[in-house]
């Protein structure tokens, strides 16, 4: 269990440190389309050959079922994965990478509110409390008191919103297209959706105009690493001796990370009332876990 659980602490924090990545390619004269593109291409550069190598193990081939979800599918569900890519990483442009990922964190109520809507799945109220607490805690940690509304960068948290409804719908679907399928090879057909939709909506340009060469490559890797490839794996590797219930209070060191990265290496500015907001909003993502944690330990 502690090594399960150390996979998916690791993985959290992985995704923690993408923000600040993000900014710092933006201080490089990197582009939108620079930065989605290029994680979207090279995850799907990667996870494709980590497929086929592991399909060379005899174990492996003997596990795998059949794959039943159509192709299709697959790639549709990936285009979540492209949104959220694609809304966030223009929040962070606009907004503070801390307040980006605060932004993202409200996916818990979003969640909640359209499993009530769609699946009609009524919310607990340990759930409602967390929802206020997540509300509570943004207002705090965003620093929405302490700024002046003139000086908020609306459309920023816009598409913050809009990222957080993405993940929202990509967990939703994620956990219920290709399950007979690998993790690997599942986020394999789901990152070519992804870049699919990305190289739609920004034509990859860096593949010809030299970007690659002069930094972008580099960079592209970093983000499809730590964004896409790393954690999916360690996650894929860790909730099963973790378990679920442990995994999703660990996986919460995402915020506190992003955090602290833009803070010590953005030097942006994280006052006091923020850090309260921070851990509001991690009280409430542990919250509900823990009441699960003591129920599963009766049994």
Known sequence: MFRGGLLVFLGACSFGVVSTFVKLAYKQGYTLGDVTGSQA??????????????????????????QTTPTWKLLLAG??????????????????????????????????????????????LLQMLAVVLVLGGTVLASGMLETQVENLSWAGIG??????????????????????LSPVKKSAWMLTGSTILVFVVFPPVFLINGSLMQGLGALGIVFALFAAVIPPVLFAKGIPRAGVVLSSILSTVELPVAVAMSYFILHEPVTAMRWVGVGIILLALVLPNLKRKKQLATL
């Open 41 to 66: 291409f090279f995850a799907m550069l990667i996870l494709w050959p980590l497929y086929f190598l592991q399909t060379r193990s005899k174990a492996f081939r003997d596990q795998q079922k059949p």
């Open 79 to 124: 285009t979540t994965n492209g949104l959220v890519s694609m809304a966030y990483y223009q929040c962070v442009q606009m907004t503070q990478a801390s307040v980006a990922i605060i932004l993202l964190m409200q996916f818990t109520w979003i969640s909640i509110l359209i499993e009530a809507i769609l699946f009609k799945k009524k919310p607990t």
């Open 159 to 180: 598409f913050g919103m809009l990222a957080a409804l993405g993940y929202s719908i990509f967990l939703i679907v994620n956990g219920r297209v290709g399950n007979e």
